[in-house]
Structures are given as structure tokens and as C-alpha cells.
């Protein structure tokens, strides 16, 4: 079973910032969170991941609470392309662990 | 740099009948997953490569999926024989650290 909690839907007006919560309670310690995307039905995209600190990059930011049990995934200007279903995502830092999927938050960017 | 790419995009069989799916991961990647979605489900993994040995295959499903990666480089996933209830799209991702990064999908309908 997944172990993060997502809303099942959001609106985001375009142009605004979209902000998707994740609850992750029983996070533990060497786990990271993954945030990804899927558009259609296209195969999940990637979007960004950490452990404890902020991180930023092109396409998103991703806040982590101090205690690590929540974050949010922000993307700054949403665009009409950014509609898709989001996963939150936790998983240890070994590589060879595999990625469970919930059923993640439908975000619909409303021009 | 490519992505992973997965053939055939589209496969339609009948029941009984086999089906092989291919993956070429991203080139020097040596960790190499499938997942599939079948209707109305979520995202779930079938198994892992590291090069060409299989590291995790709690996923697969029964006996009739067997997946290869001969020389650590391109995966198959042959289904034999296919049953109704394996349509569904199907995922493969590969990864160098942690992050994996998913090819388009296979969509496999069985009639």
C-alpha cells in the first residue's frame, strides 16, 4: 500500500501557483519523497524528489515540514499542460527499491 | 540523451494467444523496472533488472508473465498466454540512481 495520504482532486486557476499537499506520517528516516506526473496516459514524469531540505528546479519546488511527515509540491505559474494527475511518492534511497503509486491528486488547471 | 522507449505502443491479441513487450532503457542505466495499470487500478510494479539479473519480481503476477534482459541492455515482458484480465498498459522505467524515469507505455488489450 502507498504510504502517502493525496486530495483526490484540485483547481488551479492558470497562471496562479498550484500547490499540491502530500502526507507521508510514517516516513522514515533515510526515505525520500517523490513527486511525479501523468498526463493522459502517458507514462509517469518525473518532477522533482528530496529528503529533507527544500528543493527547486525547473519545474517545481518541493517543501518539506521540518518533522518530514508532509510536504507540498508547488508549481509557481500553472499552465493549461500542468492539468494531470499528480504522485506523491515515498520510497527508501536505495535504488533498487520500487516505487508504489496511490492514486495520486487530479489537478485540473482551469483557464 | 533518449528516453526510455517501449514497443509496440498499441498491441491487440486474443485470449491464448502471446505477446512479447520490449523496453530499451535510458542508455547506462542499469536498473530497470516494469509496472503496469490495469483498469480502473493504480499503478503497480512487476519487477526489477539490475543489468540482466532480476533483483525483485515479488510483482509479477503468475507464472504465464516472463521477463528477460539478456545482456543487461533491452528487457521483454512475454505474456503466455494472455488472459482478459492482462489488458492494461503497461510501464517500463529504468534508473542510474534513484530516480527512475518511465517510457511511454504499452497499451495491451486482450479480447
Known amino acids: 500500500d502507498a504510504k502517502t495520504t493525496q486530495p483526490t482532486s484540485m483547481d488551479c486557476a492558470e497562471g496562479r501557483a498550484a500547490n499540491l499537499p502530500c502526507n507521508h506520517s510514517?516516513?522514515?528516516?533515510?526515505?525520500?519523497v517523490y513527486w511525479y506526473r501523468q498526463i493522459h496516459s502517458q507514462g509517469p514524469q518525473y518532477i522533482i524528489h528530496?529528503?529533507?531540505n527544500n528543493e527547486t528546479n525547473e519545474m517545481a519546488s518541493l517543501i518539506i515540514t521540518e518533522d518530514r511527515k508532509s510536504s507540498t509540491l508547488i508549481l509557481p505559474h500553472a499552465t493549461l499542460r500542468d492539468t494531470a494527475v499528480y504522485y506523491c511518492?515515498?520510497?527508501?534511497?536505495?535504488?533498487?527499491?520500487?516505487?508504489?503509486f496511490g492514486p495520486g491528486t487530479r489537478l485540473s488547471v482551469l483557464p | 540523451e533518449a528516453g526510455v522507449t517501449q514497443f509496440p505502443s498499441h498491441s491487440v491479441i486474443e485470449k491464448g494467444q502471446t505477446v512479447t513487450l520490449r523496453c530499451d532503457p535510458i542508455s547506462g542505466h542499469d536498473n530497470l523496472y516494469w509496472y503496469r495499470r490495469v483498469m480502473g487500478k493504480e499503478i503497480k510494479f512487476l519487477l526489477h533488472f539490475v543489468k540482466e539479473s532480476k533483483q525483485d519480481e515479488s510483482g509479477m503476477p503468475n507464472n504465464r508473465f516472463l521477463a528477460e534482459r539478456t545482456g543487461g541492455t533491452y528487457s521483454t515482458l512475454k505474456v503466455q498466454p494472455a488472459e482478459l484480465e492482462d489488458s492494461g498498459v503497461y510501464f517500463c522505467a529504468s534508473s542510474q540512481t534513484s530516480a527512475q524515469y518511465f517510457g511511454p507505455g504499452t497499451r495491451l488489450t486482450v479480447l
Open positions: 511518492i515515498v520510497k527508501g534511497g536505495n535504488y533498487g527499491q520500487n516505487f508504489v
Open positions: 510514517t516516513i522514515s528516516g533515510n526515505e525520500y
Open positions: 528530496g529528503l529533507k
